[in-house]
């Protein structure tokens, strides 16, 4: 049974960061892609940033130039390294993972930005 499990979250100044690790296991079929997302209570999902097993990567607007996605294929691990947080990046952030078109999705792992 594939499993999709984040980590790395937690309470952080502004300014400050964080590297969120997000792990897909289960599989012997590697996740064509695997994205990073984020939620605040009563709003949409929003992508963060993805990156492909082939090495491509996005990032969303409000991140680009502060967040770096990168990607372990052989541990089937993509990483999320956050700086210069600010008070709105606070969010849930999710990972979800395409294997085999399948759509997978953790639990998230909660961020909070704050002096």
């Known amino acids: 049974q594939v499993q999709v499990v984040e980590s790395g979250g937690g309470l952080v100044h502004p300014g400050g960061s964080l590297r969120l690790s997000c792990a897909a296991s289960g599989s012997t079929v590697s996740p064509s892609v695997m994205t990073w997302y984020r939620q605040t209570p009563g709003n949409q999902r929003e992508m963060v940033a993805f990156m492909t097993e082939g090495g491509s990567k996005n990032y969303g607007s409000d991140v680009k130039g502060r967040f770096t996605v990168s990607r372990d294929n052989a541990k089937n691990t993509v990483y999320l390294q956050m700086n210069d947080l600010k008070p709105e990046d606070t969010a849930v952030y999710y990972c979800?993972?395409?294997?085999?078109?399948?759509?997978?999705w953790g639990h998230g792992t909660q961020v909070i930005v704050s002096s």
């Open positions: 979800y993972a395409l294997i085999a078109s399948r759509e997978y």
